[in-house]
DNA sequence: CTCCCCGTCGTACCCCGGTACTACACCGAC
DNA sequence: GTCGGTGTAGTACCGGGGTACGACGGGGAG
């Protein structure tokens, strides 16, 4: 039997969240709360499995609540319920140690899950977050393969010299207009190198090449 | 309509995903592919919403098809489905640019709202992966507390934090139509936004705000 | 010598990016 | 209450960027 904590300060969420878990038969609500203070009080004196915890509370906030409760040791999950995905606290509540971050308008079927498998010590984040959190962090995952940070960058080995040339003023800033004027060329021999840097390196476009740059260590921050 | 694409050598994994799929009525198989190459030729040839791509695959598996399919700049996004949810090829496979990871062993709804996300922009990781993602950064996440205590380029002193934002995923090289999906705007919003963050740094285009996003250090080399 | 890569240039075409507006809801400051 | 900043959204327009072709001279490798 998994044992559930809400903590919300607004009653009729409190009442749908309940009257959801109290449905399964295997889960059931040993408290409510109203606020961060109270829900660390429930939390001290009933240790359940997990927390639903708001973000948005008057007094002590879910993102403080969540961070005395985990400070404490205790077994108990907290799992953040919150109504934007967008919630710019989403972050700091993972850090304050929550196990989840769902938004409120998930289906129950999901809700449900999600407490499950924060239960079982699993996490769960919102779809919509995760794909910023994978946005932001996927270059800091750990690769099986050992990175190579060699001199000679292995995405521009198949560049041509010119191309490399091309290649580094892109990463200034110059427009095709611009290049083909210093570097005394047309501007279609440009857009043709420029066209085959891109087949070369798999950037879909010369953004994608300024990055590539930066990377690579083509060009390197003022 | 969804439409997905199949990759999995085996074909009676093929068979179940193909009911489950064509029994919703949102959602249409255009293909299946039993290797990684295959899985290339047949998202180019019909560019379908999501991929269902199995790691181990004989000849090239799911990891490097992804790279390959992300990197053509096909709107086509990638949920790797596999047996093993300790799949040390999970990494690489977010890293290959796939917007989701989930275990053979999920629910079948969970399955489905997972593609469903995926068709939508969103990413989804299963609950066991993502607590090991947490565990491994949870301390690499922006705090909202520390941002305010990063000492500000002045360049960037007028933009506001939702402009900030749209800098910083510029920076790593979303076009107007990814950041509308990814945030969940109008592509008009976007383009409002994009323009003032030009106009308050003097930015020429965003080729030029990439550059000032990593001279600011508001991103960073990989 | 012939082949092929490289660098150069051209045309045609389409789409995304950027600009120039307007508009509206929210919210905090005055 | 009014005002301004912010975030959202829309329409219309145009130019640059990128693609898909083809073409040609030079030069090194076979």
Redesign the interface.
Known sequence: MTTVLIADDQPMQRFGFRMLLESQDDMTVVGEASNGTEAIRLVDRHHPDVVLMDIRMPGLDGIEATRRIVATGDRTRILIVTTF??D??A??G??AGA??FLVKDA?P??LL??IR??AS?????A??L????????????????TAEQNPEDPRLASLTEREREILTV????W?NTEIAERLHLAESTVKTHVGRILAKT?A?????A??LA??T?LVT??
């Not at 995760?130 to 393969?145: E, F, K, Q, V």
């Open positions: 995905d967008l710019e606290y972050y700091d993972l850090r196990s989840g289906q079927e999901e899950a999600g498998a924060v010590g699993d996490a769960v984040v779809p919509s995760t794909r910023r959190l994978l946005d932001a962090y996927i270059h800091h995952l750990p690769s099986s393969a892109i990463g200034q800033g427009t798999g879909r476009d010369r953004v994608q300024v990055i930066y990377d260590q921050p003022a």
